[in-house]
Nanobody, 119 residues
Framework: VHLVESGGGLVQPGGSLRLSCAVF????????IGWFRQAPGKQREGVSC????????YYSESVEGRFTLSRDDAWTRLYLQMNNLAPEDTAVYYC?????????????WGQGTQVTVSS
């Protein structure tokens, strides 16, 4: 499984960005895919994810109502639309996939894309 993020950058407070994650090699029936972020000096935190079997979407409280997770029909592209960005959203954003099998679960990460919210 290979994940490649794009779309980060510098934006002013109140602005918007859309992150994209290209997904390669994910050919199993059960997985969750989404976004984490890590700000300087802080632990990595989950932002949003979607479950392949139930198609349920999760958002952290800090982004609910501002961020929207979407995907293409083939599950080869994942998007995170981020609106009304604030300085506290500044972080490296990582695309993440968790594959669940009968015997184990496996985590895959992209290389990360920097999002900076600043005036």
């Amino acid at each position: 499984v290979h994940l490649v993020e794009s779309g980060g950058g510098l934006v002013q407070p109140g602005g918007s960005l859309r992150l994209s994650c290209a997904v390669f090699g994910l050919r199993v029936d059960s997985y969750a895919i989404g976004w984490f972020r890590q700000a300087p000096g802080k632990q990595r935190e989950g932002v949003s994810c979607i479950n392949s079997s139930a198609n349920d979407t999760y958002y952290s409280e800090s982004v609910e109502g501002r961020f929207t997770l979407s995907r293409d029909d083939a599950w080869t592209r994942l998007y995170l639309q981020m609106n009304n960005l604030a300085p506290e959203d500044t972080a490296v954003y990582y695309c993440h996939a968790r594959v669940v099998t009968v015997v184990a679960s496996y985590d895959y990460w992209g290389q990360g894309t920097q999002v900076t919210v600043s005036s």
